[in-house]
């Protein structure tokens, strides 16, 4: 992936509504969206569960700084009619959250729009996507975080630790996810 400076700002859209797993990956991506959010990006969600399918038609058009999923299908919608997937039609860069072995999706990462990335956080992950799915634009790791708060004086939480032992001067809850603010245009 190339890295590029951030130019323009836009909204980042995340789809919910996958329940499994005991409802995890709504969950990543309601703790993502804070984190942005927190970072002063725009967010909306588009909930799969709630919404349908056919609803998604109407982002066909829009532009995004970012489409996020997590572990999502919803990329690889094909509209037989018109020869094209759904995404192609949804401008920006499309990035799915991959945790299960890559080899599941495979059903998925055979018919991806252009512009699809995948973020892991295996290695291993990253290699057997960029052997066995040509059509994925490009993947990378992203280390899961998270941090515990350091008590400092009258009790007060003055920093964070996060669990690579790096101390954060900043209060911001998700310190791992910073450099995500940018990957609207890291991925171009």
């Not at 959250?97 to 990335?117: A, S």
């Not at 964070?160 to 809850?173: A, F, H, Q, T, V």
């Amino acid at each position: 992936m190339e890295h590029r400076t951030r130019e323009t700002k836009g909204t980042i859209l995340i789809y919910k509504g996958e329940p499994i797993c005991y409802n995890i990956l709504n969950t990543f991506a309601e703790q993502l969206g804070e984190a942005l959010q927190r970072l002063g990006e725009e967010v909306e969600y588009f909930d799969v569960k709630q919404r349908g399918e056919a609803a998604l038609a109407a982002y066909a058009g829009k532009t995004y700084q970012a489409v996020i999923g997590f572990q999502s299908y919803l990329f690889d919608i094909y509209l037989p009619k018109a020869g094209i997937y759904l995404h192609d039609l949804i401008k920006g860069p499309k990035i799915n959250f991959q945790f299960d072995h890559p080899v599941w999706m495979k059903n998925h990462y055979i018919r991806m729009p252009e512009h699809c990335y995948i973020a892991t956080h295996d290695r291993n992950y990253v290699a057997f996507i960029e052997k066995y799915y040509p059509r994925i634009a490009g993947s990378t790791i992203i280390f899961p975080g998270g941090c515990e708060k350091a008590a400092g004086e009258n009790g007060k939480q003055e920093a964070e630790r996060n669990l690579r032992g790096r101390r954060i001067k900043r209060n911001i809850r998700y310190p791992l996810l910073a450099p995500i603010r940018t990957i609207g245009v890291i991925c171009h």
